[in-house]
């Protein structure tokens, strides 16, 4: 079936600094790939998910492209802000499995001044 | 935007004890969801729901009933809460189930069972 694997549970790093967090999928079929991002006492909710077109999605900073060819939709962003400290979840939802929304297990990210 | 209440927020409850948590949504969506978030496996959808009267099975409904009475209201029931069922609890809404969907989540309650 569908899956999603984030492989870091938890990433710290420096204000200023690069983020990237990893995210790989498995679907039978072309799937949407969406980020959520929760922060501390608060709702999940979409950072950013990926066009048909195979625009760049981008959202506060944050951007993720897909690539087909190996699964993956890493978010990405040029400089680190302590506000973007939060549970970063990566997502997909495919018709071979009508379209449910699957979570990874979820990145932790840290960010320190 | 969407709004999702989720009541109570925090719930203590004894093995066995029988609790019902609440949610509201006023967004006029078709589909309302419970999942359930634990460390290490993030978001597991455990019911959801398109429509009032109707209840969908999710990938861990084991020892949960849902009930949707209203297209506004969805609930969440442990019959005999086990400590296992310790987790903090959302609930989310979208207005289909289609291509790239967005999903809107409620603030969560945390249920404990000692």
């Known amino acids: 079936g569908d899956s999603v694997t984030q492989t870091e549970g938890l990433v710290t790093l420096t204000e200023g600094l690069p983020v990237m967090l990893n995210c790989t999928y498995q679907s039978t079929y072309s799937p949407f790939l969406f980020w959520y991002v929760q922060h501390l006492n608060e709702a999940p909710k979409l950072l950013l998910k990926?066009?048909?077109?195979?625009k760049r999605p981008e959202h506060q900073g944050f951007h993720a492209t897909l690539h087909k060819s190996s699964s993956s939709f890493h978010l990405q962003k040029s400089s680190a802000q302590l506000s973007d400290s939060a549970l970063y979840y990566c997502a997909l939802s495919a018709s071979s499995g009508s379209w449910q929304l699957i979570f990874g297990s979820g990145t932790q990210l840290t960010v320190m001044p | 935007e969407a709004a999702v209440t989720q009541s109570p927020r925090n719930k203590v409850t004894v093995t066995g004890g029988n609790v019902t948590l609440s949610c509201r949504q006023t967004?006029?969506?078709?589909?309302m969801y419970w999942y359930r978030q634990d460390t290490g496996h993030g978001l597991r959808l455990i019911h959801y729901?398109?429509?009032?009267?109707?209840?969908q099975i999710g990938d861990v409904p084991d020892g949960y009933k849902a009930t949707r009475t209203t297209q506004e209201d969805f609930f969440l029931l442990l019959e005999l809460a086990s400590p296992s069922q310790t987790s903090l609890y959302f609930c989310?809404?979208?207005?289909?189930?289609?291509?790239?969907?967005?999903?809107?989540f409620g603030k969560g309650t945390r249920l404990t069972v000692v």
């Open positions: 989310a809404s979208s207005g289909d189930r289609g291509r790239g969907t967005e999903v809107f």
């Open positions: 990926s066009f048909t077109d195979n």
């Open positions: 967004n006029s969506h078709n589909y």
């Open positions: 729901s398109y429509g009032a009267g109707n209840l």
